[in-house]
């Protein structure tokens, strides 16, 4: 069990590794390196629902549990729109073709929709973390 404290120190850290590996993933964009684009994009918004399922006592060992939890907990209660946690699900689902199925082949056209969304996401998902002053 953490402490407040524990907590508070774990979600920052999650927060930076995925504002971190988007700014990574930027470069890669720009590389054009589109699977690697993919995996890269999924996991900077990962780390960050990952950050705000800890912030309220939640976290999942499987991606599939976290996405559920995410689900049952900001989107269905309306805390986070349900375009986002479309988003994020289709953001999963590239990556997971994208690193498993040697016969998609990503390409910029599957990654600029999606990557435009992700500061949205990453920025939408943060400002509840902080809300009420946590990691502040």
């Known amino acids: 069990?953490?402490?407040?404290e524990e907590r508070k120190a774990l979600v920052g850290n999650k927060v930076r590794r995925s504002r971190?590996?988007?700014v990574e993933t930027k470069g890669i964009i720009e590389?054009?390196?589109?699977?690697?684009?993919a995996n890269r994009m999924y996991y900077a918004c990962y780390y960050m629902v990952s950050a705000l399922l800890l912030?309220?006592?939640?976290?999942?060992?499987t991606h599939g549990g976290t996405i559920g939890l995410f689900g049952l907990h900001f989107?269905?209660?309306g805390i986070v729109s349900s375009e986002l946690g479309k988003f994020y699900s289709e953001l999963f689902e590239l990556r997971q073709t994208g690193d498993y199925d040697d016969w998609k082949?990503?390409?910029e056209a599957d990654i600029m929709p999606l990557a435009s969304t992700v500061?949205?996401?990453l920025d939408t998902l943060e400002g509840v973390?902080?809300?009420d002053g946590y990691l502040d």
Do not use: C, P
């Open 1 to 4: 069990m953490l402490t407040d």
């Open 20 to 22: 971190e590996t988007w």
């Open 31 to 37: 590389s054009k390196y589109w699977h690697a684009a």
């Open 55 to 61: 912030k309220n006592g939640q976290s999942s060992h």
């Open 75 to 77: 989107i269905k209660t």
């Open 105 to 107: 082949v990503v390409t």
């Open 119 to 121: 500061e949205v996401f």
């Open 129 to 131: 973390i902080r809300k």
